[in-house]
């Protein structure tokens, strides 16, 4: 499976993006896919994910109620829309899946993810 996120971009304090992942390859191997995030100087972090087959997300608190992951199977797609961006949110945000086969069960660290697409900046001035 290949990963290709996109869509990061300069917004100002209580603006909005929207990222994409595409997925291509052996999509119907995936267990869950998750978006992280990693600022300077700090360790790369989890934001959100969501359950591939019946769509359940999971959030950061620092997230929650902020940003919404979803998913579109056909298209082999995930977004993460980011709503009332602040500051702190600024980092290069990576998407993430984890096999089937690789799956444990938990999805909240990156060395719980075995494919990783290349990151997108975000930058959120106030």
């Known amino acids: 499976v290949q990963l290709q996120a996109s869509g990061g971009g300069l917004v100002q304090a209580g603006g909005c993006l929207r990222l994409?992942?595409?997925?291509?390859?052996?999509?119907?191997?995936?267990?869950?896919m998750g978006w992280f995030r990693q600022a300077p100087g700090k360790d790369r972090e989890f934001v959100a994910a969501i359950a591939w087959d019946d769509g359940r997300p999971y959030y950061a608190d620092s997230v929650k109620g902020r940003f919404t992951i979803s998913r579109d199977n056909a298209k082999n797609m995930v977004y993460l829309q980011m709503n009332v961006l602040k500051p702190e949110d600024t980092a290069v945000y990576y998407c993430?899946?984890?096999?089937?086969?690789?799956?444990?069960?938990?999805?909240?660290?990156?060395?719980?993810?075995?494919?990783w697409g290349q990151g997108t900046q975000v930058t959120v001035s106030s």
């Open positions: 994409s992942c595409a997925a291509s390859g052996r999509t119907e191997s995936i267990a869950r």
């Open positions: 993430a899946a984890v096999s089937e086969a690789y799956f444990s069960g938990s999805f909240y660290y990156p060395y719980e993810y075995d494919l």
